[in-house]
Nanobody, 124 residues
Framework: QVQLVESGGGLVQTGDSLRLSCAAS????????MGWFRQAPGYEREFVGA????????YYADSVKGRFTISRDNVKNTVYLQMNSLKPEDTAVYYC?????????????????WGQGTQVTVSS
């Protein structure tokens, strides 16, 4: 059983940056591909980006490509989401997720484990 805990959310202004972290425990972190999703009020949860188990393959939603970067540290059992040039439409609760599938996956149903989420609010 893998436990995931996100941190780093907050209130920022348009154009600012934030780095989210997701700390994993209870499993062999390097065996899992990791994903980031977000959910805004009144909207379904959507894919943001994902990274392979070996840290050599990433995939992003078009809406964040070029602004967000996913990385992972398999020694610290942590995955990161660096968010630059933030926009009000990035406001959402951000979730990290883990899958034994090992390769970046877009569909939320692929992921077996989820964190509790961290709120990101971007003011205009």
């Amino acid at each position: 059983q893998v436990q995931l805990v996100e941190s780093g959310g907050g209130l920022v202004q348009t154009g600012d940056s934030l780095r989210l972290s997701c700390a994993a425990s209870g499993g062999t972190f390097s065996n899992y591909a990791m994903g980031w999703f977000r959910q805004a009020p009144g909207y379904e949860r959507e894919f943001v980006g994902a990274i392979s188990w070996k840290n050599d393959n990433t995939y992003y939603a078009d809406s964040v490509k070029g602004r967000f970067t996913i990385s992972r540290d398999n020694v610290k059992n942590t995955v990161y989401l660096q968010m630059n040039s933030l926009k009000p439409e990035d406001t959402a609760v951000y979730y990290c997720a883990a899958t034994l599938g090992r390769y970046p996956a877009v569909r939320s149903s692929t992921y077996e484990y989820w964190g509790q989420g961290t709120q990101v609010t971007v003011s205009s």
